[in-house]
């Protein structure tokens, strides 16, 4: 796991130590020390830590102005045990949604496994959206299937022409305008 880095590809684009608006602003990384790890296994130090012990994320973009954030997955996303989405709620989510952010777009690629439990902390996230939206894009099929399971996507929108696999291709402001286009046009907007 140690060898899975989040996508620096646009580091040029966004560093969310260098944004004063970031819940991860200021934080200095050492990537010469390991220390955070999922289930004993080291993870890259570039992953930022949002107070799960099993799921770490990347912010890997954030336009205030136009209400979106790129959020990047690693681990095993256990809301059964670890609560871990009412941690990403009020620990990421909650500060975002106060700078702005409406149109969140999670990066599932390095997203191992799904445990779920009640759909609380997704229907308030979804509430607090209001006219934006919640995408998820690259999970793998059995993680979307367990998700599916605990009805997380009636929260979060899953597969279809919303799954742009060449998304490191592209800017990541022309990425959220394409999936917001497609969001719109599923919508019937």
């Not at 102005?65 to 790129?70: F, P, S, T």
């Not at 941690?87 to 500060?95: Q, V």
Request: charged residues 25%; glycine residues 8%; contains cysteine.
């Amino acid at each position: 796991m140690h060898n899975i880095e989040p996508y620096s590809g646009w580091l040029k684009h966004y560093d969310s130590a260098n944004d004063p608006l970031s819940p991860f602003h200021g934080k200095e990384y050492n990537y010469n020390l390991y220390s955070e790890t999922i289930y004993g296994y080291y993870i890259d130090p570039a992953w930022d830590n949002f107070g799960s012990e099993t799921l770490y994320l990347k912010t890997l973009f954030a336009d205030y102005d136009l209400g979106y954030v790129i959020l990047e997955f690693i681990g095993e996303w256990n809301d059964a045990i670890n609560n871990d989405i009412m941690n990403l709620k009020r620990n990421i989510l909650d500060e975002l949604q106060l700078e702005g952010i409406n149109k969140y777009i999670l990066i599932g690629e390095n997203v191992l496994n799904f445990h779920g439990s009640d759909d609380s902390y997704y229907e308030e996230w979804l509430e607090d959206v209001e006219d934006g939206w919640i995408v998820g894009i690259g999970f793998r099929d059995f993680v979307v299937e367990e998700m599916t399971n605990y009805n997380v996507d009636g929260y979060i929108n899953f597969g279809g022409s919303l799954d742009i696999q060449n998304w490191r291709t592209v800017k990541p402001l022309s990425l959220c305008q394409a999936i917001d286009s497609l969001v719109m046009k599923r919508l019937g907007m």
